[in-house]
């Protein structure tokens, strides 16, 4: 059964960045997709970001931006989401999730079978 433990949120000043990281264990990300996901207080879960198998990313939030970056390592079993020039608009509860691999890998939120806690990253001065 795949489980998945997101590590890396906290509190940050307005500019700064964070680096969120994902551990899988009971499947390896040659076999998964990853998303990124957020959850800010009042709102909808919203997707960021996702890697599958092969290595393909899509970012939904800010793409022209390039504020938000996954990548993962095999070898540790982890996705990573490094999130820079951080602004309070950026406060929420962080979530990766995992599937068994597609095609592509997909920012719906409903597509998804695991999900991890989630880590709050709070961005305020």
């Known amino acids: 059964q795949l489980r998945l433990v997101e590590s890396g949120g906290g509190l940050v000043q307005p500019g700064g960045s964070l680096r969120l990281s994902c551990a899988a264990s009971g499947s390896t990300l040659d076999y998964l997709d990853i998303g990124w996901f957020r959850q800010a207080p009042g709102k909808e879960r919203e997707g960021v970001s996702c890697?599958?198998?092969?290595?393909?990313?899509?970012v939904s939030v800010d793409p022209g931006n390039g504020r938000f970056t996954i990548s993962s390592d095999n070898a540790k079993n982890t996705v990573y989401l490094l999130i820079d020039s951080l602004s309070p608009e950026d406060t929420a509860v962080y979530y990766c999730?995992?599937?068994?691999?597609?095609?592509?890998?997909?920012?719906?939120?409903?597509?998804?079978?695991?999900w991890g806690q989630g880590t709050q990253v709070t961005v305020s001065s």
């Open positions: 999730a995992g599937r068994p691999s597609r095609s592509l890998c997909s920012l719906e939120s409903s597509r998804y079978d695991s």
């Open positions: 890697i599958d198998s092969r290595g393909s990313t899509m």
